[in-house]
Nanobody, 116 residues
Framework: QVQVVESGGDLVQPGGSLRLSCAAS????????MGWYRQAPGKQRDLVAR???????TYADSVKGRFTISRDNAKNTVYLQMNSLKPEDTAVYYC??????????WGQGTQVTVSS
């Protein structure tokens, strides 16, 4: 089993910043990729940012230039630095861990609310 735990979600004002953390533990082999996904009420779950084992990254167009994904391989942890937050960023943010072998693992999610 792989455990995935997100943290850092909070209420923040528009234009503010927040950093999310995702820690993976348990039966972890080589990590292929780790990423952040988000789901707003009534919407599908979409990719926000993803980082691969080689260090390359991908971002949703809606967050490019505002969000930065990074990782600490020694801690099996990824971070999502979110700047210039907008109300449209309000969602539950989920972390997904993709291993070289095995099915993806999801965290329980952390709520991010951007509001005045």
């Amino acid at each position: 089993q792989v455990q995935v735990v997100e943290s850092g979600g909070d209420l923040v004002q528009p234009g503010g910043s927040l950093r999310l953390s995702c820690a993976a533990s348990g039966s972890i082999s080589r990590i292929y990729a780790m990423g952040w996904y988000r789901q707003a009420p009534g919407k599908q779950r979409d990719l926000v940012a993803r980082i691969f084992n080689g260090g390359s990254t991908t971002y949703a167009d809606s967050v490019k230039g505002r969000f930065t994904i990074s990782r600490d391989n020694a801690k099996n942890t990824v971070y999502l630095q979110m700047n210039s937050l907008k109300p449209e960023d309000t969602a539950v943010y989920y972390c997904r861990v993709d291993l070289a072998i095995g099915t993806p693992s999801w965290g329980q999610g952390t709520q991010v609310t951007v509001s005045s």
